[in-house]
C-alpha cells in the first residue's frame, strides 16, 4: 500500500554564513554575517575507514572501523561586495594565510535553522568579474573541527 503525504521542503531564503575571529587572550569571538551569499552548502567529513580486516572476519568479507575525521576543503561562492564587512574580514584572513600566518577562525552556517560552526581557516578570497554579469567571489577554507553538538549523541556503552 502506498503512503500519499504533501511535501515538506521548504524554499532556501535566509539562509546565512558568519566568520568569527577568535578574541586574543581568550573570550568569546565575535561574529560578522558574510553578506552575499547565494547557496550556503555544509561540508561534509566523513571518517576515514581504518581496515581492522583479519584472518577470521565473518563472511571472508573486509571489515572497517571509522577513523579519523579528514580536513574538509571548503569553498564559498559569493556576490563581491567589497566593502561588505564580512567579505572584508575574509579578505585579511586570506592575505594572513597567503603570507604564512594563518589565523584560526570560526566558520557559522544556518540552512533551514539549522546551525553548524566549525574551526579553521582561511585559504583564499578571490574576487572575479565576466563582463555583463554580475562580480563573483570565492572563499576556500580548511575546516578542522566541529564545534557545535552533534544533533544526536550516540547512547553510552
Keep these: 500500500m502506498s503512503v500519499e503525504t504533501a511535501s515538506k521542503a521548504t524554499i532556501s531564503y535566509q539562509d546565512e554564513l558568519w ?6 587572550g581568550g573570550g568569546n569571538p565575535v561574529f560578522t554575517q558574510i553578506l552575499g551569499i547565494e547557496t550556503v552548502a555544509m561540508p561534509a567529513r566523513v571518517p576515514e575507514d581504518v581496515d581492522v580486516t583479519h584472518q577470521q572476519s565473518p563472511g571472508r568479507s573486509r571489515e572497517t572501523i571509522p577513523g579519523l575525521l579528514p580536513v574538509a576543503e571548503f569553498s564559498q ?3 563581491f561586495w567589497p566593502t561588505d564587512p564580512g567579505q572584508m574580514i575574509v ?8 603570507v604564512g600566518t594563518p589565523e584560526d577562525m570560526l566558520l557559522e552556517m544556518v540552512v533551514g535553522g539549522i546551525r553548524r560552526t566549525y574551526r579553521g581557516h582561511v585559504t583564499a578570497y578571490t574576487p572575479s568579474g565576466t563582463v555583463g554579469d554580475k562580480r563573483m567571489a570565492a572563499m576556500s577554507a580548511k575546516l578542522f573541527e566541529r564545534r557545535t553538538d552533534n544533533p544526536r549523541v550516540p547512547e553510552a556503552d
Aim: glycine content about 6%.
Design 19 to 24: 566568520i568569527g575571529r577568535l578574541a586574543s
Design 77 to 79: 561562492d559569493m556576490q
Design 91 to 98: 579578505d585579511e584572513l586570506a592575505d594572513l594565510t597567503e
